[in-house]
């Protein structure tokens, strides 16, 4: 088999067999089929598609280029939840505890933020002491014993996706729907999961800007894994404002407790309660998605989450008094008001640059394995339907760099759209794809 002709094949609008897709990762991941080839390959499949078929064995291909993690070690059904990238999302922190006070094990491996979208495992650091690198048998045993680890996500799981995207971040071939979906999918197979519920972004701050492209992808991965046989489910929920009000490391967190706490974002508590039902549904621990909901209602409530966050927080070598005290986290020296420069009614938000204006301030990456600023970002004060006076903030500033200021309030300011007519806040909630 020659690369070209597999180039070629996919170019004509021909689809790929296994074999062909399998030499094709391999030989890439080794290093013997170079980049240029596997870049004009990408290309080729931007504009030509694949079938289900052929993304589900790029997926598999992909999954298997590099360790698989077996989990067999912990008891119980295993449920990971992965969402496609967003400005202040959060979910992670609060669901992780909150799914785990309910009983599912979760066992999760996690990724850093890059540009501007924030990594779970930086929003964790910016806790006092927290540890993401635990050694395999520490990871294992907190799980069997309090229910909950969250690691960093090693370079020996899906090396062909990790080498592949970064490829695709230079060729302009990153939002590419079989892409996205076998990137995705093959390191969460990878990662042992039983069960995966996917969060698929769409809006302006998302991959997918339309709800049509939004449902695809989620089908999709539903797909995938379900014929790698693992149970899925996916909701699609609007990208098209930042997620609650904080964005950025130490305030996602404090943001994250006040949510454990009951007292949350209406948006980002409604997001946690439709994905933590469908986790808990796949993990067993609920028969139906309304039964899930009262019970992780139950659990905010009573302060169940917040305990188990910090025993989560103690088992990785944190700060646990930050549960009852956020005010330990990292606070930065500055802080800034963003004055609206007109009045009305706040009709857009454009997260993209929103979570660019957090990253100037400190609290992102522009450049892979970048320093962050853990106490840097900004807390949005008006959200879409929200009315706004001139000079009244849009936003607060948080940042260590007062350098930075100028241009991440112009972005900010630039970032909402006003109008003299109200406009409802867009649905949250978008599709829920169960497999049940
Ligand atoms: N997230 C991923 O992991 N891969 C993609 O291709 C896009 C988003």
Not at 111 to 127: A, N, Q
Not at 174 to 193: Q, R, T, W
Not at 264 to 274: A, Q, T
Not at 385 to 405: C, F, M, Q, Y
Request: proline fraction near 5%; charge should be neutral; include cysteine.
């Amino acid at each position: 088999m020659r690369p070209y002709d597999v180039i070629l094949k996919k170019r004509r609008g021909e689809e790929l067999s296994r074999d062909e897709i399998t030499f094709f990762v391999d030989g890439f991941t080794r290093g013997d089929i170079p980049d240029y080839q596997m870049a004009a390959w990408c290309m080729a499949v931007f504009f030509q598609g694949m079938s289900a078929r052929e993304t589900r064995d790029l997926t598999i291909a992909m999954a298997r280029s590099g360790d698989v993690v077996d989990l067999s070690a912990i008891r119980g059904i295993k449920v990971d939840k992965h969402s496609t990238g967003g400005v202040g999302d959060k979910t992670t922190l609060v669901l992780a505890p909150l799914v785990a006070a309910a009983g599912v094990p979760v066992a999760k491996m996690s990724g850093r933020g890059l540009g501007h979208t924030g990594g779970t495992l930086d929003k964790l650091e910016s806790i006092p002491g927290f540890r993401v690198d635990l050694p395999k048998d520490v990871f294992v045993r907190n799980v069997n014993s309090i229910g909950i680890a969250v690691v960093g996500q090693t370079a020996a799981v899906a090396p062909a996706d990790k080498k592949l995207y970064a490829l695709r971040d230079v060729t302009a071939t990153v939002d590419s729907m079989p892409l996205i979906a076998s990137s995705v999918c093959s390191k969460k197979l990878a990662c042992g999961a039983d069960a995966i519920v996917f969060d698929v972004k769409v809006g302006s701050g998302a991959f997918m800007k339309s709800e049509e492209d939004a449902l695809a992808l989620a089908r999709l991965m539903v797909e995938i894994v379900e014929g790698a046989g693992r149970r899925a489910a996916a909701v699609v929920s609007d990208m098209n404002q930042p997620l609650g009000r904080a964005v950025g490391n130490a305030l996602e967190v404090s943001e994250a407790i006040d949510t454990l706490r009951g007292s949350g974002p209406p948006d980002l508590v409604e997001l946690c309660l439709s994905l933590g039902s469908l986790m808990l549904v796949l993990g067993g621990a609920a028969p139906d998605a309304d039964q899930a909901r009262e019970t992780l209602i139950g659990l905010l409530g009573k302060g169940a989450a917040l305990a188990k966050f910090a025993e989560f927080v103690a088992a990785q070598g944190g700060d646990a008094s930050v549960a009852e005290r956020p005010e330990i986290l990292p606070h930065a020296s500055h802080t800034a008001p963003v004055p609206s420069p007109g009045a009305g009614y706040v009709t857009a938000v454009n997260a993209e640059q929103v979570g660019v204006a957090a990253m100037i301030l400190g609290a992102g990456r522009r450049v892979k394995d970048e320093p962050v600023d853990p106490a840097a970002g900004l807390v949005v004060a008006k959200k879409i339907g929200d009315r706004v006076a001139v000079g009244e903030p849009l936003a607060t500033l948080h940042t260590n760099n007062p350098a930075s200021i100028d241009e991440a309030s112009r972005l900010v300011a630039s970032a909402y759209t006003l109008s003299q007519s109200a406009s409802s806040p867009p649905r949250l909630i978008k599709q829920v794809i169960g497999a049940w």
